[in-house]
């Protein structure tokens, strides 16, 4: 964040309207300001925590799965850190008619439709050689299309939302982000787990196909309901301003001394999802490698194991379900009872997670760290955006801080990623899993670091 002056204007939303002076949303309104946020997760859930990782180690050489993962994923989601901060920017001095953040939601959805079926066909019409190259284009195109289409729509709760009903507007973000997280991991993981143990290429890849045209069937239908059931009031013409490259840039940066609250929750927000990232692409091969084998069929279940689908159909539902009650709970419980002890909370519950898996290597251990992360990530995924929304400063900004405060969310994907990814490829050899347990033991640090910066924040509680 490079040092400039602090941006004119003390307006909240593009109305004129403090926090303060905002009409109560209904129940309905606050629930159609959150729907785009289950579709949004649906498509990265299903992507990132089963498909992508899959295609990695299935089209690709699998002994250098996690390394390939890392250079496919790695280029896009530096596209995104650039794109959501500086299209979130961009989208509060937008002059559209329909107001200022839909425009981009449906130009980067219809995108995002074309390159989520061309990443359906990519194995049928790029020979393997190609595929590595190929992956890491078009998982690039996806982020840069998706985060057109979601950055600005991260203001939209700050644009609309009194503060008084923040809490309640964030657990419902966190509702429908963990309903979308719960659906994308289970179709995926059933999908894509009966492709695996076919023992067919062929079904494989038509269960590639298939899965990717749910997602885009998904999205298409939830951005359609939304452009439809959220208006906007365009941005009055007092505010219009021209709008170069040069002035986009420098309204963009602030100086972190001008609002250290905003500046100390977005680095507690970078640490805490590089806890989270460093393990999460990883899951699928930790479940492979640690807990399957020969002979492993999978509990509750009981088909052979595969850790797409323990992931996607056991694993990810374990957190979610204990998630979805907390992510409401915590959004309430931050409104009376301050939101930096909910952060301390989750922290703490994740961070537990970690040392299980590093001591109790099991499928029922996993299913119970699975139930104590969906308690700490549900409250966290809650709380963390009212007390983004909490210490924004007092500007017409909301886009570009809460774009920031995205590109903190992915930033972490890349970082962690690659050190994940480089760590695991040095540490494979070595007996006893001690790769992964080295990586768990790291994610501990993060998560620690991540919830003791929040004390410094004083501007809330």
Known sequence: ??????????????????????????????????????????????????????????????????????????????????????????????????????????????????????????????????????????????????????????????????????????????????????????????????????????????????????????????VAYTVIMVKEVPLPPEKHIALSIGTLFKRFFFKPADYPDISWVLLGRFLVTMGIWSVYYFLTYYFNDVLGGKGVRTIILNTPFTGEQFNGALFQPAVILLALPTSLLAGWASDHWGRKRLVYLSGAMMALVCAIFIFFQNQYAALLAGAFFGIGYGAYTSVDWALTADVLPPTDEAGKFMGIWSAMGILPQVVGLLIGGILLQLLKTIPNNFGYSSLFVLTIIYLVLGTVVIKQVKGTR
């Open 1 to 222: 964040m490079e040092i400039t002056n602090k941006p004119d204007g003390i307006a909240a939303n593009s109305s004129g309207l403090t926090s303060a002076e905002k009409r109560p949303l209904s129940l309905f309104g606050i629930v159609n300001l959150n729907l785009f946020w289950l579709a949004n997760n649906f498509h990265w859930q299903a992507l990132l925590a089963v498909v992508i990782p899959s295609m990695v180690a299935h089209f690709l050489d699998p002994a250098n799965k996690s390394i390939n993962l890392a250079i496919v994923v790695s280029g896009g989601t530096l596209v995104a850190f650039i794109v959501n901060p500086l299209v979130g920017a961009l989208s509060d001095y937008a002059t559209f008619r329909m107001g200022r953040r839909r425009p981009f939601m449906i130009i980067g959805t219809i995108l995002n439709i074309l390159v989520l079926l061309l990443f359906a066909v990519s194995p049928l019409w790029f020979p393997p050689a190609a595929l590595l190259f190929t992956f890491a284009l078009l998982f690039l195109l996806l982020q840069f299309s998706n985060n057109l289409a979601n950055s600005p729509w991260s203001a939209i709760i700050a644009d609309n939302v009194p503060h008084k009903q923040r809490g309640l507007a964030s657990g419902f973000y966190g509702l429908c982000t963990l309903i979308g997280t719960i659906i994308g991991s289970v179709l995926a993981g059933i999908v894509l787990g009966a492709g695996v143990n076919s023992g067919s290429m062929t079904i494989y890849r038509n269960a590639v196909v298939e899965i990717f045209v749910i997602i885009a069937a998904v999205q298409i239908i939830f």
